[in-house]
């Protein structure tokens, strides 16, 4: 092989190895996209619960110290 015919080969391949890559990345950012909207409602629901717990706590903290004064 002369050397233009094995330049031209290792320049297809990284090309090609480049092309693969960047079909791997898009399709990992769609799933993380599409993925992020599906979890939203959950995230929404378990922060509302996490925020009346701490605000039962807080209430619950100032009206004992109400009471002590």
């Known amino acids: ?14 090309t090609s190895i480049k092309i693969q890559e ?4 898009s399709y990992r950012i769609v799933k993380e ?3 992020t909207p599906d ?3 959950k995230i929404i ?3 509302n619960k996490k925020n009346v717990s701490w ?7 100032r009206n ?6």
């Open 1 to 14: 092989m002369s050397f233009w015919d094995i330049f031209v080969k290792v320049w297809q391949v990284r």
């Open 45 to 47: 629901e378990e922060l």
């Open 64 to 69: 004992m110290n109400d009471k002590k004064q």
């Open 22 to 25: 960047s079909l791997e990345e």
């Open 55 to 61: 605000d039962e706590k807080i209430n619950r903290n």
């Open 39 to 41: 979890n939203t409602a």
């Open 33 to 35: 996209n599409r993925e």
